[in-house]
């Protein structure tokens, strides 16, 4: 069953949104870095409307809170398998939770400096963790051991994610630069010089023919696998500067997030913007959104006003508003099979929630 059969892509957002070519178009020049936005009163942000009809929407509730890292979490994942829940953080620890009772089960210690972001292979055996010491960890979960320490980036790892058979790794840097790995052997296959800024994400399609990247330079860009060639870019707009980028659950589509508080689908094909998601806020961090597609098929999302934000996929309303972080949420997931979603925090809450939905209320 495709998750995503029947989105209506009849309908553009945005035809302006995308400049594309088939080569690469001149490259725009650095903008000024986004401003962080001024400091706000700690008032009670204001409610945000979401649909009357409780069936129309989700009901997800805090489950567990799980505290124990000491800096920024940069990265939340569900284990494909859906036992095991990561989490990633400044602190320089991939720590492994059960999403079910929220209890540490182990710490993975190696990285000397912190870390941007973590990838599960398929079989939920392996965990690769990139970071700030320039290298890729692939970690024996069980074991708590690493396997292969992946190295040739220059700068900071700031992304890294393996393909559906886990042979593969690709990985992003502020070199600008992706790397694909085999997995296996911890070698690096090929090097692309893909950005000129920032490599923020960086995510394979569903039989890894090609990879999808963003970058702080505002570009979006597909690329063949294989050949290392870039097949098309897509440009958000000054305003709009990239901050993550993934392929849809059945490849068709491409989730983006980016600094004018929008989350967008994209029919690559046509690079046509289909759906923008609005009224979180994003202005300032790199907050990943995700599709959720177990029970109603919502895209998830972090904000910098300490919430998590749920969209209806087709309509593109809010359908919920997660409360109970104390500061921005950067990082969200959703599980593999079971309506549950993880979020995590930045530096004065530094908390992994798992969120549960329990379904609508029962008629009258």
């Known amino acids: 069953m495709d998750p995503l059969a029947g989105l209506d892509d009849s309908s553009t957002d945005d035809d302006n949104a995308s400049q594309t070519t088939e080569d690469d178009p001149q490259v725009p020049q650095p903008q000024e870095p986004p401003q962080p936005p001024p400091p706000v009163a700690q008032s009670a942000p204001p409610p945000v409307a979401v649909p009357s009809n409780p069936r129309d929407r989700p009901h997800y ?15 939340v994942k569900f284990s494909p398998d859906g036992t095991l829940l990561a989490s990633c953080s400044n602190d320089r620890v991939v720590k492994i939770w059960s999403p079910f009772t929220g209890e540490l089960i182990r710490n993975l210690n190696g990285h000397t400096k912190g870390l941007s972001d973590i990838s599960w292979s398929t079989d939920s ?5 990139a970071s700030d010491d320039h290298t890729v960890r692939i970690w024996d979960v069980e074991s708590g051991l690493t396997t292969r320490t992946l190295k040739g980036h220059t700068s900071y790892v700031f992304c890294v994610n393996y393909n559906m058979t886990s042979n593969l790794l690709v990985s992003g840097g502020c070199d600008g630069d992706l790397r694909i790995w085999n997995a296996q052997k911890g070698k690096c296959m090929k090097t692309i010089h893909a950005h000129l800024d920032y490599v923020t994400a960086a995510h394979f399609n569903r039989d890894a023919t090609l990879i999808v990247s963003c970058s702080l330079d505002g570009l979006i860009r597909i690329w063949n696998t294989t050949s290392g060639q870039c097949l098309k870019t ?38 046509r913007c289909l759906k923008t998601y609005q009224g979180h806020t994003n202005q300032k961090y790199c907050i990943a959104a995700c599709f959720s597609v177990t029970g109603g098929k919502w ?16 309509s593109k309303e809010v359908v919920q508003v997660l409360e109970g972080h104390t500061d921005v949420v950067v990082a969200v997931a959703t599980h593999p099979t079971q309506n549950m979603i993880a979020s995590a925090s930045m530096e004065s809450d530094l908390t992994v929630r798992v969120w549960a939905d329990r379904g609508p209320p029962a008629e009258s």
């Open 299 to 314: 895209i998830v999302s972090g904000s910098e006003d300490n919430r998590v934000y749920l969209w209806n996929l087709q």
């Open 234 to 271: 897509l440009a958000e707009g000054h305003d709009a500067i990239c901050q993550h980028v993934q392929f849809s659950p059945n490849s068709k589509y491409i989730l983006s997030t980016a600094h004018d508080s929008a989350i967008r689908l994209w029919d690559y094909q046509t690079s």
């Open 125 to 129: 055996v392996y965990l690769a963790s």
């Open 61 to 75: 509730e805090l489950k567990h809170t799980m505290r124990g890292h000491t800096s920024s979490i940069s990265a």
